[in-house]
């Protein structure tokens, strides 16, 4: 069955917890970024950070969402990765979907980096066969050597990125999901991730990622979504004009 995501009328709403309504409503009001704040009787607070997303993608699509901060992107990529339920709608995913963000999810810091590694990858559908065959590359590519048999609680932060990112470029998924780009420390290290996923990118037959910038989406999409306050305002084929209008806002 080919690839795809369909989303149908998707809308997810958040619950601000702990704030009371009316003193925020005064200044939200103002704010030209983020979802569209609301208020409920008792008071509480809700984000909706997507209202009513419906997008049908296929084989082939390379899509870039733009929109400015807080406008959903983000959102909107969680809920094709299934990490977020929608709070009414449909959402539908045929594929193998690898998502390249929220690496850190799931991490257990008492376990060694080996140990996290198979955790990942069985979080991500893999075989415990195939977590073995991919362990060793994954060991190279992140270049960890013998930290890798010590607990991660012991690692920096930019070695524990390597790890992650290692595992999570390590399968070719059919769908791949991207937030932006991953910063995963230095400069040497930078320039493998970038040949890492842009090989990723080439094999997978469905991608989409948020970005602010135009010559990424130039050069990697062939489609644009443009959210504004969670709603998809416009969506087609990459243009000049389109990018002029939904990156001039
Ligand atoms: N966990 C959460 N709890 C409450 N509100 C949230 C949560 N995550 C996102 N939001 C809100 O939902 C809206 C959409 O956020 P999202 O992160 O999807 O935007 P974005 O387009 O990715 O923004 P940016 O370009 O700034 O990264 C925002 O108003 C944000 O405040």
């Known amino acids: 069955?080919?690839?795809?995501?369909?989303?149908?009328?998707?809308?997810?709403?958040?619950?601000?917890?702990?704030?009371?309504?009316?003193?925020?409503?005064?200044?939200?009001?103002?704010?030209?970024?983020?979802?569209?704040?609301?208020?409920?009787?008792?008071?509480?607070?809700?984000?909706?950070?997507?209202?009513?997303?419906?997008?049908?993608?296929?084989?082939?699509?390379?899509?870039?969402?733009?929109?400015?901060?807080?406008?959903?992107?983000?959102?909107?990529?969680?809920?094709?990765?299934?990490?977020?339920?929608?709070?009414?709608?449909?959402?539908?995913?045929?594929?193998?979907?690898?998502?390249?963000?929220?690496?850190?999810?799931?991490?257990?810091?008492?376990?060694?980096?080996?140990?996290?590694?198979?955790?990942?990858?069985?979080?991500?559908?893999l075989t415990p066969g195939e977590i073995e065959e991919y362990a060793a590359e994954i060991g190279d590519f992140s270049g960890l050597g013998e930290y890798l048999d010590l607990p991660v609680k012991a690692y920096s932060s930019g070695m524990l990125l390597r790890l992650m990112f290692a595992v999570a470029t390590a399968i070719s998924p059919e769908i791949l999901l991207l937030d932006e780009w991953i910063t995963a420390g230095d400069a040497a290290f930078m320039e493998r991730a970038e040949k890492r996923v842009n090989a990723l990118i080439d094999r997978a037959s469905l991608m989409v990622i948020a970005s602010h910038s135009?010559?990424?989406?130039?050069?990697?999409?062939?489609?644009?979504?443009?959210l504004e306050h969670g709603r998809v305002v416009e969506f087609g084929p990459v243009t000049p004009a389109l990018l002029d209008r939904a990156l001039a806002a």
């Open 1 to 125: 069955m080919p690839v795809h995501i369909r989303l149908d009328d998707v809308h997810v709403r958040f619950q601000v917890f702990g704030l009371h309504g009316r003193s925020l409503k005064k200044t939200a009001l103002k704010l030209t970024t983020g979802g569209r704040i609301g208020t409920e009787p008792g008071g509480r607070v809700h984000i909706d950070a997507l209202r009513g997303v419906t997008l049908d993608l296929g084989e082939g699509d390379r899509v870039g969402l733009i929109g400015h901060n807080g406008a959903g992107k983000s959102t909107l990529l969680r809920t094709m990765a299934g990490i977020y339920e929608p709070t009414s709608g449909r959402v539908q995913v045929q594929g193998r979907v690898s998502p390249m963000f929220d690496l850190m999810l799931g991490i257990d810091p008492d376990a060694t980096g080996r140990e996290n590694l198979r955790l990942r990858g069985l979080l991500l559908g």
């Open 214 to 226: 135009r010559d990424l989406i130039e050069r990697l999409c062939n489609k644009v979504a443009v």
